[in-house]
């Protein structure tokens, strides 16, 4: 696979250096006269200079034949037209860039570029799988899909404690798939009862999040609230 | 017309004094308090005091833009210092706000063609200076 990563900073670095483990070919761009002359000294022709915001500098990188473009700069707009140019003007088939302020995730969005990766995001759903608020842990957002995939603890005392799965009554668009039980995880049937102290693992419809979690929690209340 | 100007730098508060006494409303949005002078300066009387509206924000945060009135505007000028800054806000004034005439320097004159190619009204004050240069140095017309 031929990758283009733009921004040499620790991440751009760092991800050159795997891939080029991976045996892939890499091309790493780099604005900054100093970094570049730092970095090339380990990473020699596989590094460039320039600004990959320059037509010019994208097409001497190759990007026509590029397989997938990285954009991790310090600047979200840098980060967002090197992505914008990749996929509409060299037809790129694959993109990912950084976001590094999670305020700017809306434009990354306007503009059509996913994935946009945001640390402080990662992060964030780090500390809510560590610290889970509310009992509620968000695994994965299929937003192509529009599923969404939730982890919640059950509270003793909460409605679905004790009852069957096919008791507990759930909105349309949401299934349970999988239940976590004493360290093991097995995929439940409509018969299987739901104990407290259980983690639960459901898909459903963004957006339905707070008309399932009062099942799973001690003030829980009915279906839709 | 409602024009909104985001970067009072040379050109963007030279349009905006111009929209003004023109006799539009105008609103500017600039990161730096002090990029202001730019707009008193030649006036006989403040920016504000001749009716102008001036919001000190970054450009990439919607609610600056929606202080200073994007949601209302007519124009859009993305004039800030940066070619990359301008290319996204131009964007979403286009896309998000449905600004009807959205106008963008950009001083790449390979980015503005492209981009011109893509909808936007780019103005590339570099390809202006070297068709003048051009033809200022090898038209044996002039």
């Known amino acids: 696979m031929y990758v283009i990563v733009v921004g040499a900073g620790k991440v ?31 990473l020699e022709h596989a590094v460039q200079y320039g600004d990959a915001t320059e037509l010019w500098v994208l097409e001497r990188a190759g990007i026509q034949r590029a397989d997938l473009v ?43 570029i996913r994935p ?44 679905a404690a004790g009852k069957r799965v096919d008791e ?23 018969d299987t009862v739901i104990e407290a102290g259980d983690e639960v693992l459901l898909i459903l419809d963004p957006g339905l999040e707070s008309a399932i979690t009062p099942q799973f929690t001690r003030n829980g209340a009915g279906p839709g609230s | 017309m409602f024009i909104l100007v985001v970067g009072a730098g040379r050109v963007g508060s030279a349009v905006a004094k111009r929209a003004l006494q023109a006799g539009h409303e105008v609103s500017v949005l600039d990161e730096d308090p002090l990029s202001h002078e730019q707009l008193d300066k030649d006036l006989s009387e403040t920016w504000e005091d001749a009716g102008g509206r001036y919001t000190v924000g970054t450009a990439l945060e919607v609610d600056a833009l929606i202080e200073a009135g994007i949601e209302q505007a007519d124009v859009f000028i993305a004039s800030t210092n940066g070619d ?59």
């Open chain 2, 84 to 142: 990359n800054t301008n290319l996204v806000i131009a964007q979403i004034a286009q896309r998000r706000f449905n600004v009807p005439r959205v106008v963008v320097r950009v001083l790449d004159p390979g980015r503005a063609a492209w981009y011109a190619e893509q909808g936007l009204h780019t103005i590339c004050p570099t390809q202006h200076a070297i068709d003048l240069v051009e033809r200022a140095a090898l038209d044996p017309a002039v």
């Open chain 1, 12 to 42: 751009g670095w760092n991800l050159a250096r795997e891939l080029l483990a991976k045996d892939h070919e890499v091309t790493l761009i780099e604005s900054e006269r100093r970094k570049y002359l730092i970095v090339e000294q380990e």
């Open chain 1, 70 to 112: 990285i954009a991790v700069t310090g600047d979200d707009e840098d980060n967002m037209l090197i992505c914008q140019m990749a996929k509409e003007k060299y037809l790129c088939q694959r993109i990912v860039a950084r976001v590094n302020n999670p305020r700017n995730l809306q434009h990354f969005k306007l503009l059509g």
């Open chain 1, 116 to 159: 946009a990766v945001s640390a402080t995001d990662l992060i964030l759903r780090l500390i809510e799988h560590e610290v889970p608020q509310y009992g509620l842990v968000q695994l994965l957002a299929l937003e192509g899909e529009r599923l969404e995939i939730i982890e919640l603890e059950v509270v003793a005392g909460a409605p």
């Open chain 1, 168 to 190: 507990v009554p759930l909105p349309e668009g949401s299934l349970i798939i999988s239940v976590l039980r004493g360290g093991a995880g097995f995929v439940p049937k409509s």
